[in-house]
């Protein structure tokens, strides 16, 4: 569902997903925040794909939150 049927904007938005290009390049791309999880699974790299935030397991999504809430 695109965001403006949801109405939220981009920059209101946290992704997180374990592909670099799928995931973190894909939304970096549409101005939305990026929490790239480190996992056995995905792409580690793609060219352009820069996450805001990076965790290797699910408990640290909770630092990664206050990491943007401090921003």
Known sequence: MPLKA?????EDVLFVGNDMFRDVYGAG?????????SSNQGRKQAE?????????????MRQAVEFFERQ
Do not use: C, H, S, W
């Not at 791309?29 to 999880?37: E, S, Y």
């Not at 820069?50 to 290797?56: A, H, K, L, S, V």
């Open 48 to 60: 352009g794909a820069r996450p805001d935030y990076i965790i290797y397991q699910f408990p640290e």
């Open 29 to 37: 791309q549409l101005g939305i925040k990026t929490v790239f999880f």
């Open 6 to 10: 949801l109405r939220v904007a981009p």
